[in-house]
């Protein structure tokens, strides 16, 4: 069965520092996993999914996410934060193959930018 | 633009009244899903369809129904509302198979009394 963990429910950052959102997953074959974000009073949107093409992978905004399966992990990093990005972070994954494949979200992260 | 509505943004109800949660997707996706959303416990699912008047289970069905007697709408009720119901539902489309994308829907902030 899938999971994914969290490390970190907050963190807090200077705007213009780098943003490191910790996810490991466990998986016993490799999965597609997500990084999905949710403003204040607003439903999840996609920032970006690893489907094995490549592993380290762009998102929108500026974030971008490295699939590391020595480590099982896949963090999302921004080089620079923004005030605009202060919101919470999930981090999920997925089996490969079949509609009926759920996905499991972390427990999430609220990013937090102080000016 | 994509989009996935739900009925209502805040809804109030007591304890032991039945409640319909509403969702409307309109990009003729085939999958429609309903989470749980509460601090510290991430997004939980609830059911999910696949197709029209097709149902699965999620992690946590139990105290919930669902019905999609049209592609663009899948329902979530609660026969008897209880207080431990409190929380944000979201519901959300998706078309074909995973790594598709979900999309989300605004979510319904629901406060049982």
Not at chain 2, 39 to 59: A, C, N, Q
């Amino acid at each position: 069965a899938q999971s994914v963990t969290q490390l970190g429910s907050h963190v807090s950052v200077s705007e213009g520092a780098l943003v490191l959102l910790r996810c490991n997953y466990s998986s016993s074959v490799p999965p597609y996993l997500f990084w999905y974000v949710q403003y204040p009073n607003q439903g999840l949107q996609l920032l970006l999914k690893y489907t094995s093409a490549a592993t380290l992978v762009k998102g929108i905004n500026g974030f971008e996410a490295e699939f590391k399966k020595s480590e099982t992990s896949f963090h999302l990093t921004k080089p620079s934060a923004h005030m605009s990005d202060a919101a919470e972070y999930f981090c999920a994954v997925t089996a490969r193959g079949g509609a009926t494949n759920k996905l499991i979200f972390g427990t999430g992260t609220l990013l937090a930018v102080q000016p | 633009d994509v989009k996935v509505t739900q009925s209502s943004r805040y809804l109030v109800k007591r304890t032991g009244e039945k409640v319909f949660l509403e969702c409307v997707q309109d990009m003729d996706h085939e999958n429609m899903f309903w989470y749980r959303q509460d601090p510290g416990l991430g997004l939980r699912l609830i059911y999910f369809s696949y197709d029209v008047k097709m149902k699965e289970k999620g992690d946590i069905p139990e105290g919930y129904s669902v019905s999609r007697e049209k592609k663009e709408r899948f329902s979530l009720i609660l026969e008897s509302a209880s207080t431990n119901q409190t929380s944000m539902y979201l519901c959300a489309s998706r078309a074909g198979s995973p790594p598709g994308e979900q999309f989300f829907g605004p979510g319904t902030r629901l406060t049982v009394l």
